[in-house]
């Protein structure tokens, strides 16, 4: 038998805003898509050239939990 225990999703977004919409977003509907948030992060990124940041973006990840791996 195969159960799905959890998923990692990670997303790009530009702003740091952005990234906590996405993450209250997974939260707001976990319970209603059958899941928890099991951990969640998000990360800011830089693109460096000779030293001078090029670009920027954060990276969010969120882990859902479908099932703990010992269920009653």
Request: aromatic share 12%; charged share 35%; net charge negative.
């Amino acid at each position: 038998m195969r159960t799905l225990l959890s998923t990692t999703e990670i997303f790009r977004v530009d702003t740091e805003s952005e990234a906590k919409e996405l993450i209250e977003e997974a939260k707001d509907t976990a319970i209603q898509e059958g899941y928890r948030i099991n951990n969640y992060a998000n990360t800011l990124k830089e693109k460096k050239k000779k030293g001078e940041v090029i670009a920027e973006g954060y990276q969010v990840k969120i882990v859902k939990e479908y099932q703990p791996f010992w269920f009653d």
